[in-house]
């Protein structure tokens, strides 16, 4: 291990600059630097030569030029074991600088502020900097790079330990860092001037290239099974939200599934205006419920399908409050998802040590749309969230009854929550609870028989809600077997006509809103 001689230091973030400059300086490390760094350096009393007094070459062109050149270079890359490359560096006064402190320009900050020209974006892309990371991260054999204030204390104290030299071990960790950091930067480069326009140039929704930046969250007890190890990431560069800004505040550590389900739970929560309760087992929804009592939402969607609430997942758009977490306490429940707790609550739930709460804060706007991610063999799919709601304008009554005012608040009721159900979906509800819950059959009908087989009560004088058309009438004729009076579904089959003459034929009013919400 060579002691560091020469130190290069520029950095737009300058958080922990000048004690760790100074600690750099105690070793008797030469500092070298540029415009806005050097003038940090020299207000905190530090001795600077600046870059231009090395390379004897002004900066230039507003300071698109400063250390680019060879005298910077050469001392970042030279292999000091190799006697050529000492002869060389020997023959044009090139010295080596055996540690960089870079962080580049602030581009992503930039880019982020209401109202930045492009201009000012294009003169946020770094060259020097990233040239001069590479470059020694290249190098790291013989050159340390520093690209995280956070690093600045722990490199400070090995060089102190070491005399001023680094570990092998050491510089290729933060060499593995520096070439992390260049490639995010160059990625939100892209993604900007992927999604800026200039004149006469179109934008195109979904780029021929997308760079994902997943950072790891944490560790997961297990994947879908026992036997598949997993993790938890989120999306780099996208401000957090969701799951990705959840904070755990009890129970046991979270498996996959855990995720897949709170995430299934939330979402159909956020779907609704008013206090509502989400139980979902398997990623689908079994019981739902509104009502101005949280309470009471949870005791009515339980109640749909106690068998299935046993050991589901639930999620709540209002904080939850005492009573809930009271009826909560008296069952077994895997997780539970909500955008806060009362002391109240917590309180009373703190004794079912395995129980998971999760604090997910809302969304600003929830009918936001955001970028959904499956993984195939091979590929990845993209596709936009689906964010749709029900179109006053788009709803076409085509039966020759007209649905009473309670049974269209119930066919929203239940199209809200047949959105969140896995095709092919069907959902019978009342105004303001599910009754029974067909999800994931491979024929519609089977999925409406199975609805009115879960339903724990009667289903005479429910609405039933479907995510995609009916291909025969089967599916209608199997509905009002059940008692189901109003039906709401996308309509578009080739046999509309047909099943729309079935419900006519047993007195059933049908909506068709246009739209279709499948979920695979």
């Not at 230091?9 to 958080?15: I, P």
């Not at 770094?126 to 722990?154: C, E, F, L, Q």
């Not at 939402?297 to 106690?306: G, L, T, V």
């Not at 879960?454 to 291909?471: C, E, H, I, L, R």
């Amino acid at each position: 291990m060579s002691k560091v001689a020469r130190a290069l230091m520029s950095v737009s973030d300058k958080t922990g600059l000048a004690d760790f400059a100074r600690g750099l300086a105690r070793l008797g490390i030469t500092l070298i630097s540029t415009g806005g760094t050097a003038k940090a350096l020299r207000d905190a009393g530090l001795a600077v030569t600046d870059v231009s007094a090395v390379t004897g070459f002004p900066e230039m062109l507003d300071g698109r030029v400063k250390t680019l050149h060879p005298v910077i270079h050469g001392g970042l890359l030279a292999r000091w074991d190799d006697p050529g490359h000492v002869r060389q560096c020997e023959a044009h006064g090139i010295a080596p600088i055996g540690l960089v402190a870079v962080n580049l320009y602030p581009f992503e900050a930039t880019v982020s502020r209401p109202g930045v020209t492009r201009q000012d974006a294009i003169e946020q892309i770094d060259i020097g900097g990233p040239a001069m990371v590479r470059s020694a991260a290249k190098n790291h054999a013989h050159t340390a790079v520093v690209v995280d204030p956070a690093d600045y204390p722990g490199v400070l104290a090995e060089l102190e330990r070491g005399g001023g030299a680094l570990s092998d071990a050491t510089r290729a960790r933060l060499a593995r860092k520096a070439f992390a950091h260049t490639a995010r930067y160059d990625t939100l480069i892209a993604e900007y001037l992927g999604r800026e326009t200039v004149a006469g140039a179109e934008a195109d929704a979904w780029p021929e290239q997308v760079t994902l930046r997943l950072v790891r969250l944490q560790g997961l007890r297990y994947g879908e099974n026992p036997h598949q190890s997993g993790a938890f990431y989120r999306c780099e560069g996208e401000p957090p939200f969701g799951l990705g800004a959840a904070a755990q505040i009890q129970g046991k550590e979270l498996s996959f599934n855990n995720l897949v389900d709170l995430q299934a739970a939330f979402e159909c929560a956020l779907d609704f205006p008013e206090p509502v309760a989400v139980i979902v087992k398997h990623t689908n929804p079994c019981g739902v419920a509104v009502d101005a009592a949280q309470a009471e939402a949870y005791r009515r969607a339980r109640a749909c399908d106690p068998v299935s609430a046993y050991g589901g997942v639930l999620g709540f758009n209002r904080p939850l409050e005492a009573e809930t977490a009271r009826e909560i306490a008296g069952t077994f429940v895997e997780a539970v998802a909500a955008p806060d707790y009362t002391p109240e609550a917590l309180g009373l739930l703190k004794d079912k040590k395995n129980l998971r709460l999760l604090r997910v804060p809302p969304p600003l706007d929830p009918r936001a749309p955001y970028r959904e991610l499956r993984r195939v063999r091979g590929g990845l799919l993209l596709q936009e969230s689906d964010a749709a709601d029900l179109a006053e304008a788009a709803l076409k009554v085509v039966s020759r009854r007209q649905p009473t005012a309670a049974e269209m608040a119930a066919l929203r009721f239940a199209w809200r929550v047949a959105k969140h159900v896995k095709s092919n979906a069907i959902v019978l509800t009342r105004e303001r609870e599910t009754v029974g819950v067909g999800a994931g059959q491979m024929s519609r009908v089977d999925s409406v028989r199975l609805a009115a087989l879960k339903a724990q009560g009667p289903t005479a004088g429910t609405v039933m809600a479907s995510d995609a058309f009916f291909p025969f009438r089967d599916g209608v004729d199997a509905a009002a077997a059940a008692g189901v009076t109003a039906v709401i579904q996308p309509g578009g089959s080739i046999r509309d006509a047909e099943v729309t003459a079935a419900t006519d034929e047993h007195g059933m009013a049908m909506v068709f809103t246009g739209i279709r919400h499948f979920r695979h």
